[in-house]
């Protein structure tokens, strides 16, 4: 097998979670979410086949368009929202997916605690705007506290904390904030880590890495 093949990259992808999971002394479970972004379903159903089960996507109108199809056919599949959500596409995300790693602001909390329904309550991460950058989403770190709050308050299924740190820059640092911040509010899960850093990710507490570009091979 070469790294043309779908299953060599998932191999590969695999091992490297398991070297950091060693490395830092961890022996739980990794999710790995394979971004499928822009990727078409011929794309996917070789990682499929390959075991992969979670999948990301970025806007929900792109997922509705070949999701379905691919659920029906692979129904123990999961789906999960990484791109930011606007508040009026809430609905539709909640019956879509089944993790937003997204939620970033008062007005999407209302959004989806509205759309929420009895055996559809997809997890949620609230996002960080960790390298505080203004083109990014994510609420600021002045501000978590009181997201949190309202998160909580609106009874949404809150399991962690997203970031993706600044590009081109050491991302430990990072890394090791976002844990923190969980740490001191009572949150385990850690959406972190990228095909350039994913490793570096597991090794300071990780529990679900989004990984593209290492598993679909480079976009053209």
């Known amino acids: 097998m070469t790294t043309d093949d779908p299953a060599a990259r998932l191999a590969g992808v695999l091992a490297e979670i398991e070297r950091a999971k060693k490395l830092a002394g961890r022996t739980d479970l990794i999710e790995l979410i394979a971004v499928s972004k822009t990727h078409g379903a011929e794309a996917i159903e070789p990682l499929i086949a390959g075991g992969c089960r ?26 999960a929202l990484i791109g930011q959500l606007q508040s009026n596409k809430a609905a539709d995300a ?14 999407l909390v209302t959004a989806l605690a509205r759309a929420m329904e009895p055996g559809k309550r997809p997890d949620c991460f609230v996002q960080v705007n960790i390298g505080d950058e ?49 740490h001191d509010h009572g949150l385990t899960g850690l959406s972190m880590g990228m095909s350039s850093d994913y490793p570096t990710a597991v090794t300071l507490g990780a529990t679900h890495v989004r990984v593209g570009s290492a598993l679909f091979g480079a976009r053209a």
């Open 54 to 79: 979670v999948f990301g996507e970025n806007r929900v109108q792109e997922a509705q368009g070949k999701w379905p199809a691919l659920r029906e056919k692979h129904p123990a599949l999961r789906l």
């Open 94 to 107: 909640v019956a879509l997916f089944d993790q937003i790693h997204s939620l970033d602001r008062l007005s």
């Open 134 to 182: 203004p083109q990014k989403g994510g609420c600021a770190v002045a501000d978590l506290s009181a997201l949190l709050a309202a998160v909580r308050a609106a009874d949404l299924p809150l399991v962690g904390l997203m970031a993706i740190p600044p590009a081109a820059v050491e991302p430990a640092p990072y890394f090791a904030l976002l844990s923190k911040l969980a």
